[in-house]
């Protein structure tokens, strides 16, 4: 972390340094790139807000024509804790019928928002849908019938900021994944 980061009194601990995620999403590109046919196109459906960063760096790590499409889901229920009914706020443009989808999102934790998203995409009928996840926390799944094709990290149950992921919408721009201070949200 910069050492005059305006952020610095309200983290824990870095939990991912930059580099690493870097690292690890440069693998990742390269694992989604070979699990594909050669030049095939994919519409990386990027799951708002948190998983902004996360699509922005992995996408170039993929050598294949790749597709933007955002998707706004709320969950209903408190703050930290999704109930599993999920609310579109905003839709995909892209008609997803005979397509190849990647959901790119930025942690998996009970599972149910995810669970939620495919089901509904998968009644538009796309030639596949496949799940990128930054972080996974399975401590914390429900729905066991969801899992990611692929996975950044398998983190602890922990509140995590940054690179994407916020708290009361602050952090997302931390270039790290951190721990907030428990004194800050408790
Ligand atoms: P479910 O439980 O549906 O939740 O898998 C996924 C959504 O919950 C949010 N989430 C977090 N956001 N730090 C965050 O900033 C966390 O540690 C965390 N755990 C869950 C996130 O919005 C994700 O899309
Ligand atoms: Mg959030």
Redesign the pocket.
């Known amino acids: 972390m910069r050492s005059d980061s305006i952020f610095k009194d309200d983290i824990a601990k870095i939990i991912i340094p930059e580099r690493v995620l870097q690292n690890r999403i440069e693998e990742l590109g390269g694992e989604i790139t070979s699990s594909y046919q050669h030049g095939e196109e994919v519409v990386m459906v990027c ?1 708002l807000r ?2 902004v960063m996360f699509m922005a760096d992995l996408s170039q790590q993929i050598n294949l024509p790749v597709i933007f499409d955002f998707m706004d ?1 709320s ?1 209903y229920g408190v703050a ?3 109930s ?1 009914v ?1 609310r579109i706020i905003k839709d995909l443009e892209e008609n997803i019928e005979n397509r190849h989808v990647l959901i790119v ?12 998203v495919v089901d509904m995409l998968q009644t538009r009928n796309p030639a596949s849908i496949k799940i990128a996840t930054l ?1 996974d ?1 399975p401590e ?4 066991k019938q969801i899992n990611a094709d692929f996975n950044g990290f398998e ?1 602890p149950d ?4 940054g690179y ?4 009361a919408e602050r ?1 997302r721009n931390l270039p790290f994944i951190g721990v907030l201070k428990k004194e800050l949200y408790s």
């Open positions: 799951i948190g998983a889901v969950s930290t804790e999704s599993g999920v999102e930025d942690i998996m934790d009970t599972g149910k928002t995810l669970k939620y972080l926390k914390r799944r429900v729905v983190i922990e509140f995590v900021v994407g992921l916020d708290f952090y």
